[in-house]
T-cell receptor, first 112, second 115 residues
Framework: DQQVKQNSPSLSVQEGRISILNCDYT??????FLWYKKYPAEGPTFLIS???IKDKNEDGRFTVFLNKSAKHLSLHIVPSQPGDSAVYFC???????????WGLGTSLAVNP | ETGVTQSPTHLIKTRGQQVTLRCSSQ?????VSWYQQALGQGPQFIFQ???????GRGNFPPRFSGLQFPNYSSELNVNALELDDSALYLC??????????????FGPGTRLTVL
């Protein structure tokens, strides 16, 4: 039972264009969400997070949008750069529950 | 670089053996979480330690156990290894203040292969 779903295993984007990575969740108790990026042979690197009291959070080229009614969030990267090529994971948590629930990841390839 | 280190990088064991994986937290962090990431999957939460006590556990059997030391370094121990335990084991450190946990920062992981 996958509570956090990333339905696109891979995405390919041209350098300079926008990358949009999507994530859906089923548990309405989740109240904070995070995006991590992972390169091969490295641990996940924190990118950006959003609390359920917000619908948008922006940090440089990265913006996360949250649609609570649709139980959907998305990560926008603009402009995309070849160095952004990695696997992106969406993770969710509820309150002070220590357990983060992760999606399966989306592999992003940014082509020069 | 997060400042979280893990050792060893790679490890090969046989079924039935025991293994200990180590993690050194980022300076100033008092909380460590361990995750198992099987091939093609997202990380699965194993457990978390806060001030040397287990502070939350995922759906893993008791043969997965851990320790956190006063300097906030940590160990993950797995007894009676099974083939399905082959995975990347990730350690993440964070700072918890007044019951609120901050963002988790990950180490590079230990790749365990069970033959």
């Amino acid at each position: 039972d996958q509570q956090v779903k990333q339905n696109s295993p891979s995405l390919s984007v041209q350098e300079g264009r926008i990358s949009i990575l999507n994530c859906d969740y089923t548990n309405s108790m989740f109240d904070y969400f995070l995006w991590y990026k992972k390169y091969p042979a490295e641990g996940p690197t924190f990118l950006i997070s959003i609390s359920s009291i917000k619908d948008k959070n922006e940090d440089g080229r990265f913006t996360v949008f949250l649609n609570k009614s649709a139980k959907h969030l998305s990560l926008h990267i603009v402009p995309s750069q070849p160095g952004d090529s990695a696997v992106y994971f969406c993770a969710a948590g509820a309150g002070n529950n220590r357990k983060l629930i992760w999606g399966l990841g989306t592999s992003l390839a940014v082509n020069p | 670089e997060t400042g979280v280190t893990q050792s060893p990088t790679h490890l090969i064991k046989t079924r039935g053996q025991q293994v200990t994986l180590r993690c050194s937290s980022q300076s100033g962090h008092n909380t460590v979480s361990w995750y198992q990431q099987a091939l093609g999957q997202g990380p699965q939460f194993i457990f978390q330690y806060y001030r040397e006590e287990e502070n939350g556990r995922g759906n893993f059997p008791p043969r997965f156990s851990g320790l956190q030391f006063p300097n906030y370094s940590s160990e993950l121990n797995v007894n009676a290894l099974e083939l399905d335990d082959s995975a990347l084991y990730l350690c993440a450190s964070s700072l918890e203040v007044a019951g609120v946990a901050d963002t988790q920062y990950f180490g590079p992981g230990t790749r365990l292969t069970v033959l």
